[in-house]
């Protein structure tokens, strides 16, 4: 009620915007922040406001605008806490890398690495990063701690044995380590995700014996989205054709 008798409030919506944020209501709570900044761009909420509004506008897959976000709150003269800075730091590696911006995004995630504790979540993103680098070694290490880090390890375990069966660095590659870590990530996941299924086929390819390869390869297909499917059928007629799969020794263009 206050905040219809005076959309001036700026503290009132910024409480509302919060309320709606910790309900998951992303875009109500991106009108009431953005309100905020738009109105009081350099008020003495600005960096609790563009806080919120950070973590809001990557829930709603708006990783540019997050980006913006993160980055004038930082930008803020005084005020920030190590966790704020953290959490910052952190958001903006992620929304960078999930754009494919790796080498900032492994800026950042660096810059991270020196005020914040990682968790498993952030290590595989990292990891991923360091991978789309072609930083096979550096992957492996972040991917290895996640799984250390996880209580639901299957994702890390599969990009562990990713690393372990596809790496073109052969001394990275243990073709049997990687089908004892898939098989745990499959059992995890009930033999019922696709990534999963696909890192086992990789791993028997890996070792030579491309009829399990091609029979957890079909499995995979089975799940996979309609999108991925085309690239799962020419990955099984690699494998007939007796050959393992390699990551890719060009870096990722993004």
Not at 55 to 69: F, H, K, M, Q, R
Not at 188 to 204: I, R
Request: charged share 25%; proline share 4%.
């Amino acid at each position: 009620q206050k905040i219809d008798v005076n959309p001036h409030d700026f503290g009132a919506l910024l409480l509302r915007g919060r309320a709606h944020f910790q309900l998951q209501e992303w875009n109500a709570a991106a009108t009431d922040l953005r309100q905020v900044v738009e109105a009081d761009p350099n008020g003495e909420r600005v960096l609790e406001t563009q806080m919120w509004l950070a973590g809001t506008l990557e829930a709603l897959g708006e990783y540019d605008a997050a980006i913006e976000s993160a980055t004038a709150a930082l930008d803020v003269q005084g005020g920030h806490s190590v966790e704020s800075q953290a959490y910052l730091i952190r958001l903006r590696a992620s929304c960078r890398i999930y754009l494919g911006d790796f080498s900032r995004g492994l800026d950042d995630c660096r810059q991270f690495l020196e005020v914040g504790e990682p968790d498993a979540d952030f290590c595989i993103v990292h990891g991923q990063a360091l991978l789309a680098e072609l930083d096979f070694a550096g992957a492996l290490e972040a991917f290895q701690k996640a799984v250390q880090l996880s209580d639901e390890p299957a994702a890390a375990l599969h990009m562990v044995s990713y690393i372990l069966s596809a790496c073109p660095d052969e001394a990275l590659r243990d073709g049997q380590k990687a089908i004892r870590l898939s098989e745990q990530a499959c059992q995890l996941t009930e033999m019922q995700d696709w990534v999963c299924l696909s890192g086992l086929a990789n791993a028997w390819a890996e070792v030579g014996d491309f009829n399990k390869a091609v029979q957890f390869a079909n499995q995979a297909l089975e799940l996979a989205p309609e999108n991925e499917r085309s690239e799962r059928s020419e990955i099984i007629d690699q494998y007939r054709n007796r050959i393992p799969f390699r990551h890719s020794h060009e870096p990722n263009p993004g």
